[in-house]
């Protein structure tokens, strides 16, 4: 079955400490993005990136920081500057946007982190 | 820059009735329009999209419609079902930009 993969599922940190999230598709495509949900808010973007070896900042980068060296893996780092990492977050993937392709966004299942 | 607003952020209506969602959008140069659903603590999975030159884009109970020039989307859903109760959100995936989403509930 194709589709995208994050884990953990939960996660919980200490202040001052570094966190990965992974994502992984299987999908073929080269479109992968980050976003972050809050409660009672809409989705916040934080990195995006278009294809292999390049990725550029969302609203929301400060604090954050990703790679993306495999076409299938865009691990997200939550990092110590981040001020307020408590959150749910969510990686999706999409064909590319403009004729013949769709431009659909797929997505994962969420992450949620939780700094102690 | 694209906003997309979604206007009620909740509504409650009972089972059976015939329900609209609405969303508008700021930008009209847009390629497609996206309709998700999320239940709590999960993902968003993908209901409906819209292609700028459609119109209508229908699944079994559900009929996203598209107005660009008035920058508007309604999401309708037929017959609500206690399983429909869940936050609906539309989003510009061009522009990368989400509505805030309406919180649905079906009351049995």
């Known amino acids: 079955d194709g589709g995208i993969t994050q884990s953990p599922k939960y996660l919980f940190r200490k202040e001052g400490q570094n966190v990965t999230l992974s994502c992984e598709q299987n999908?073929?495509?080269?479109?992968m993005y980050w976003y972050r949900q809050d409660p009672g808010q809409g989705l916040r973007l934080i990195y995006y990136?278009?294809?292999?070896?390049?990725?550029q900042k969302g609203d929301i980068a400060e604090g954050y920081s990703v790679s993306r060296e495999k076409k299938e893996s865009f691990p997200l780092t939550v990092t110590s500057a981040q001020k307020n990492p408590t959150a749910f977050y969510l990686c999706?993937?999409?064909?590319?946007?403009?004729?013949?392709?769709?431009?659909?966004?797929?997505f994962g299942e969420g992450s949620r982190l939780t700094v102690l | 820059k694209q906003e997309v607003t979604q206007i009620p952020a909740a509504l409650s209506v009972p089972e059976g009735e015939n329900l609209v969602l609405n969303c508008s959008f700021t930008?009209?140069?847009?390629?497609?329009l996206q309709w998700f659903r999320q239940d709590p603590g999960k993902g968003l999975t993908s209901l409906l999209l819209?292609?700028?030159?459609?119109r209508e884009q229908t699944s079994g109970r559900l009929n996203a419609s598209l107005d660009k020039s008035s920058g508007r989307s309604t999401l309708y859903i037929a017959a609500s079902q206690p399983g429909d109760s869940a936050t609906y959100l539309c989003?510009?995936?061009?522009?990368?930009?989400f509505g805030t989403g309406t919180r649905l509930t079906i009351i049995p």
């Open positions: 999706a993937s999409s064909t590319p946007q403009g004729p013949p392709n769709t431009g659909e966004l797929f």
């Open positions: 999908l073929n495509h080269d479109a």
């Open positions: 990136s278009q294809i292999v070896n390049d990725f």
């Open positions: 930008d009209s140069a847009i390629y497609n």
């Open positions: 819209i292609q700028s030159s459609q």
């Open positions: 989003a510009v995936p061009r522009k990368l930009t």
